[in-house]
């Protein structure tokens, strides 16, 4: 289904991209809008960063920065169109790390990991392991033992099959033992309601989806990166719990058409540099659960790669597939 939807949704746009011609990289450019292709849908955390990032980065340019949203297929779609857009400097995308990383895993795609042109690294989402008050769990090691004390009988969230929160769970899964049963949901934010309501105990998944409703019915007991975050400084890592392996985070960057000339994509870069620098922006990113960071093209190529093996082996070793 997922797959027949993303080429059925493609068929006109790689023809049309094909067609556009390759422009020079002018001192000049930008010398129109610039569109910036998020793939998902509107109101979502992604493209929340992305107009608090856009707002700022049109003055820099000098040109605006207008937001287009082309969701499905887990951000696949919209990621393919700016993969295979022309290469003049008039689309950016922003980079999904589960369109980037897990999808090339569990489906034939028309890209993988290694053939995107990486642009800038913007922010970085943590994931937390969250639960429902009700389940009377105060700490991390407190959930592993009610887990372990009740195979089976505990249920987790996830926006879906093979997305970020359900490889979180799967990871959390695989490295302590514990036998919990999963409950795809359409989004994260059904994972997200499905846990206030208690119809699930436990969910993986980004803090900008569930840091408004912490106090609400939602307790925090871990945050899978490598230190602690602002946001929630005393919530402990999953490394001060024993599980230095359970790191898991959503790299979200820019991204450019195929062989868009250097000059575009480092004068793009240098702009979105000193917006993220910005104390009024890394304010607006905080708030939205994320951490405002830029990086080299390479380094978030490298990024990119390693989560893509990393994933690559969680998924085997379940046997994840989408239908």
Request: hydrophobic share 45%; net charge positive; aromatic share 6%.
């Amino acid at each position: 289904m997922l797959r027949r939807h993303f080429v059925t949704a493609l068929a006109g746009m790689a023809g049309a991209a094909i067609l556009s011609p390759a422009a020079r990289a002018d001192d000049d450019w930008p010398r129109r809008p610039v569109r910036l292709v998020v793939p998902y849908p509107p109101g979502g955390p992604v493209d929340g960063l992305a107009r608090v990032v856009s707002a700022k980065l049109g003055d820099e340019l000098g040109q605006p920065v207008i937001v287009e949203n082309k969701g499905g297929a887990g951000g696949s779609i919209g990621l393919y169109y700016v993969i295979k857009a022309a290469p003049d400097g008039s689309v950016f995308g922003f980079g999904v790390p589960g369109a980037i990383t897990a999808l090339p895993q569990l489906q034939k795609l028309p890209y993988t990991a290694s053939q995107i042109n990486y642009v800038s690294l913007v922010g970085r989402v943590p994931q937390v392991v969250a639960v429902n008050e009700s389940l009377k769990v105060n700490t991390f090691g407190e959930l592993l033992a009610l887990a372990k004390s009740k195979p089976g009988q505990l249920n987790y969230g996830s926006a879906g099959v093979g997305t970020t929160p359900h490889l979180g769970a799967e990871l959390l899964r695989q490295l302590t033992g514990i036998n919990i049963v999963h409950v795809p949901y359409t989004g994260a934010a059904p994972a997200v309601t499905a846990l206030m309501s208690n119809e699930i105990q436990l969910l993986c998944s980004d803090l900008s989806g569930l840091l408004p409703f912490v106090s609400h019915g939602i307790r925090i007991l871990a945050v899978c990166m490598p230190e602690r975050v602002p946001q929630i400084p005393s919530v402990p890592t999953t490394a001060e719990l024993g599980q230095p392996g359970l790191l898991v985070e959503s790299d979200y960057g820019i991204v450019a058409p195929q062989n868009t000339p250097q000059g575009i994509t480092d004068k793009f870069r240098a702009g979105l540099v000193k917006v993220l620098a910005m104390p009024d922006v890394k304010q607006k990113i905080g708030l939205q659960g994320a951490i405002a960071q830029g990086s080299t093209p390479d380094q978030y190529r490298q990024m990119m790669l390693a989560e893509s093996q990393k994933w690559a082996k969680v998924i085997k070793a379940a046997d994840i597939r989408i239908s």
